[in-house]
């Protein structure tokens, strides 16, 4: 790809960007954070780097670049926001788990769960991606899955029974899903001292190569290359 990529990777307790797996920069989020707060900063951060098109991850579900909902771990007004207009580049937009899913992917069927705040998932074939909701799947208590596995497990749980929990239900979405492989990444990933069966560590990093291939284009019919679903 010849274009100057810029990455921005919302999250939510940061927004990370990157022009490169090396060039990174990153301020804080938050539940209050609007669009128009957070591209402002963008530009304030961003003066000196010279970009041609721009790659979000963004943590809410998303379909056909557009986002359908507002996130859970923001403020309103996403749905419908204008990022074209607002940073004047082209712009692709892909739910923040998947962007890292489709940076780690190395082959066959391969799940991405995201451990941060929520619980973010995602299933790689090759060239296709299939962004998921995996995160609001009912769990024990008449609660969901990310309440366990995310931030509010720990919390709630303790590092250890947290860890515990982790491996038991990284195994059971493995056999659901029928996954060769499972990547594991998002910031509470690290906390783990030891990783499940057929598991790897992602990095943040990754999300720039996710960006950079959501740019990919078929040399054949100019589309992308990637068929996401």
């Known amino acids: 790809m010849k274009k100057k990529l810029l990455v921005i990777d919302v999250g939510g307790t940061h927004v990370k960007m990157m022009i490169s797996r090396k060039k990174r920069r990153k301020f804080k989020s938050g539940p209050k954070m609007t669009p128009r707060e957070m591209v402002a900063q963008i530009k304030k951060d961003l003066k000196e780097w010279k970009f041609d098109a721009v ?6 579900p998303v379909r056909n670049g557009r986002i359908l909902t507002d996130p859970k771990h ?19 937009i892909l739910n923040d788990a998947a962007l890292q899913a489709l940076g780690s992917y190395r082959g066959g069927r391969m799940l991405f769960l995201g451990l941060g ?16 909701e995996l995160g609001d799947l ?46 594991l990444g998002g910031g509470k990933a690290k906390k783990l001292h030891e990783l499940p069966a057929d598991t790897e560590l992602g990095h943040n990093r990754n999300a720039f190569m996710g960006g950079v291939r959501l740019w990919q284009n078929d040399p054949r019919t100019g589309r992308a290359k990637w068929k996401i679903f």
């Not at 990022?83 to 692709?92: C, D, Q």
């Not at 705040?117 to 998921?132: E, H, N, Q």
């Open 117 to 132: 705040t929520g619980l973010g998932s995602t299933l790689v074939l090759p060239d296709m991606l299939l962004p998921l």
């Open 74 to 92: 923001l403020g309103k007004g996403w749905v419908g926001f204008n990022f074209e207009k607002a940073l004047g580049k082209p712009v692709r």
């Open 138 to 183: 009912p769990y024990r208590d008449h609660r969901i899955i990310e309440d366990f596995l995310g931030k509010t497990g720990i919390d709630e749980l303790g590092g250890k029974e947290w860890e515990r929990e982790v491996t038991f239900a990284v195994d059971q979405l493995k056999k659901s899903v029928i996954a060769d492989y499972i990547v």
């Open 55 to 60: 790659a979000v991850g963004f943590p809410a």
